[in-house]
Nanobody, 121 residues
Framework: QLQASGGGLVQAGDSLRLSCVAN????????MGWFRRPPGKEREFVSA????????YYTRSVEGRFTISRNKAENTVYLQMNNLKLEDTATYYC????????????????WGQGTLVTVSS
């Protein structure tokens, strides 16, 4: 139901924009989030946006560098990633929550397949 894309190999300091398209309508009460799993580590929260009102939330390590946004007409959520760092290397997942704004993985019911972002020096 969620299709993520946009990953790739970039150098430190570069930018990438990830996209996540949802099949079907995204309800205003839903929250769309991005998580990531660095190599050898657990999946972690990155950012989220309330679909209806557009409130956003970021984990501290990406604040000021990443921007989450949405296009309601296209049922698409984006993650603009600027000034990428080596530690941003991870598989990025988009997800949908019906439980409100949350940084907790278990609160997200629907998941995309993941897109790999590799940042090199």
């Amino acid at each position: 139901q969620l299709q993520a894309s946009g990953g790739g190999l970039v150098q430190a300091g570069d930018s990438l924009r990830l996209s996540c398209v949802a099949n079907g309508r995204i309800y205003s009460s839903s929250v769309m989030g991005w998580f990531r799993r660095p190599p050898g580590k657990e999946r972690e929260f990155v950012s989220a946006i309330r679909w209806g009102v557009g409130n956003t939330y970021y984990t501290r390590s990406v604040e000021g560098r990443f921007t989450i946004s949405r296009n309601k007409a296209e049922n698409t959520v984006y993650l603009q990633m600027n000034n990428l760092k080596l530690e941003d290397t991870a598989t990025y997942y988009c997800a949908r929550s019906y439980s409100g704004l949350s940084t907790v993985e278990k609160d997200y019911a629907d998941w995309g397949q993941g897109t790999l972002v590799t940042v090199s020096s």
